[in-house]
């Protein structure tokens, strides 16, 4: 793959080998994130960027910094679901499955590996359709709904062969094994690596390491040590040799097993070089968990052997470790928690933030930046829709002789009166604050007779509401210019605002405190903006 290129197919091909791959060097795929990351910004490709962040968010999972997965995946997951981008947002879900196993929320994994799944489409890619499947299996094992878990292992294991995918349908069959080992089946999880030996040898094809050791340790849990020791010997000869890229653990594990069988036979001699070659590779790589485990084997081989102090004596060292293994899984679980905190209360901001830029300070109303959001999608998806520009007659009056802060009242109260009244009539619709005493008014699916009706009922409550305590004995009326989508000057929404603005202009002229509507159009007609008056 040329990591260099700019072109938007090109970097989508490249995003999706490492989306669709299960990646075993997640810190080489993390710098190509990156790469891409920025090629994308530099063309100017929004989501193909976001598709690379949601990368670099499942590389820093997969090298084990949940916290810092945590923390990129919330805005990769917000701007999916602003954008409607489907498929990114199934694999978001992913994501989140895999922190929430982590922090052992079975029930919060579940949730998200059942969405992953529901926002599948016919966009989705084959790997998606296979591995979202086998994810959502793996959560409800770990919620102990075993039988559901197979029929979905069952679900993605078709769907696999049915694609000619061998290398997904052997991954599944792994999963399958492994946790119908951890169910307590092992007779069931032998039958299962029996047909993934079965299929790899008609397909000529040599079953990496991981397998392996997934195989190794389920005829370890069936009492099979001696078949057990040959495949994990197997396992860490295909290691060595580089047939196939692991984990950074995976040797050490692989070590670990083939102790185990090696108990298991009564080779304690084995064992021990087996454990002690573990034990080498897991300081060197500073594998705390592996450390621990190596313990808990450890007493296990001299209790084996009859030594039993020295089992006692480590098995205090093994107590100790896990112990403290505990205390930093904990730690690392609070600071992923934290920083799930930290990014929930950063959007909940940002979402406040946003909202407050699409409101007017002083009525609470939306603005004219909401109105241009949100105005052009009703427009198109709405023949019915119908707008009306609501002004403040002689609102000039009432500053100069009462002051700008009764003025503020006054429009305040208008604000309030329209938009409880206009819910009333119109749920789905708003009001907004255009500027100074000018409003817009929204009703979709309103024709303009029926909008007429109903504008008119809300200038008579205005003009009847008790302005005395406020406006101090001047009238407070107002006049309304409306029009309809299909009168509109041009089908925009600047063509409809100046056709509700004409016929604002409209009842103007004619003597205020009235609502407008269908006003032909005349090169001689001026706009209300165009008045020299209100």
Not at 475 to 487: D, H, K, L, N, Q
Request: proline residues 2%; hydrophobic residues 45%; aromatic residues 6%.
């Amino acid at each position: 793959m040329d990591w260099s290129v700019i072109d938007a197919g090109a970097l989508s091909a490249a995003l999706l080998e490492l989306e669709d791959t299960i990646s075993w060097d997640p810190e080489d795929d993390f710098r190509r994130s990156r790469e891409l990351e920025q090629q994308a910004l530099a063309i100017g490709d929004e989501l193909l960027a976001a598709r690379a962040r949601l990368c670099q968010a499942n590389m820093r999972l997969r090298a084990g910094d949940v916290a810092a997965a945590a923390r990129r995946i919330w805005k990769v997951h917000q701007w999916a679901v602003e954008h409607d981008a489907r498929q990114l947002r199934a694999r978001t879900h992913l994501v989140w499955a895999t922190i929430h196993r982590y922090l052992g929320d079975a029930a919060q994994c579940l949730e998200h590996s059942v969405q992953a799944v529901e926002l599948l489409d016919d966009s989705a890619t084959v790997h998606m359709q296979i591995w979202h499947r086998v994810k959502l299996a793996d959560a409800l094992a770990l919620a102990g709904s075993y039988e559901a878990a197979r029929g979905r292992y069952q679900q993605a294991e078709d769907l696999a062969w049915a694609h000619g995918n061998l290398e997904l349908a052997l991954a599944v069959l792994n999963n399958y094994a492994y946790n119908e080992l951890g169910s307590g089946n092992a007779a069931g999880a032998q039958q299962i690596i029996d047909r993934m030996r079965r299929e790899s040898e008609l397909a000529g094809r040599r079953i990496d390491p991981s397998k392996l050791d997934t195989i190794g340790a389920i005829e370890i849990g069936n009492g099979r040590y001696a078949e057990a020791e040959h495949t994990l010997e197997l396992a860490i000869q295909r290691y060595r040799l580089g047939e196939f890229n692991d984990n950074a653990d995976s040797l050490s594990v692989f070590y670990l097993n083939l102790a185990r069988a090696q108990r298991g036979l009564g080779a304690y001699d084995r064992a021990q070089r087996s454990l002690d070659e573990c034990r080498v590779l897991s300081t060197e790589r500073e594998l705390a968990d592996s450390l621990v485990r190596i313990e808990q084997e450890q007493a296990e081989l001299h209790a084996a052997r009859g030594e039993f102090a020295d089992a006692f004596a480590v098995h205090k060292k093994f107590f100790t470790a896990f112990n403290q293994l505990h205390s930093q899984q904990r730690e690392a679980q609070a600071r992923t928690r934290q920083a799930m905190f930290e990014t929930t209360e950063a959007r909940q901001e940002a979402e406040r933030f946003r909202e407050q830029a699409r409101r007017d300070p002083l009525t609470g109303l939306h603005n004219r930046r909401y109105v241009d959001e949100e105005l052009p999608a009703l427009l198109d998806a709405d023949p019915a829709l119908t707008v009306a520009i609501v002004d403040l007659d002689h609102f000039k009056q009432i500053n100069d002789r009462l002051s700008h802060d009764v003025g503020d009242q006054v429009l305040i109260m208008a604000a309030k009166l329209m938009e409880t009244e206009l819910a009333a009539v119109t749920p789905d619709g708003f009001v907004a604050r255009l500027g100074g005493e000018e409003f817009l008014m929204v009703l979709p699916a309103t024709p303009v007779g029926r909008a007429v009706a109903l504008l008119d009922g809300i200038r008579q409550t205005i003009g009847d509401y008790d302005w005395q305590e406020i406006a101090r004995g001047l009238p407070v009326t107002v006049s309304i210019g409306v029009a309809g989508v299909a009168e509109a000057e041009t089908h925009t929404q600047a063509g409809l605002l100046s056709t509700a603005d004409r016929n604002l202009y409209a009842a103007k002229h004619c003597g205020r405190d009235r609502v407008m509507s269908g006003v032909p159009y005349d090169d001689h007609v001026r706009s209300f903006r165009d008045a020299s008056a209100a």
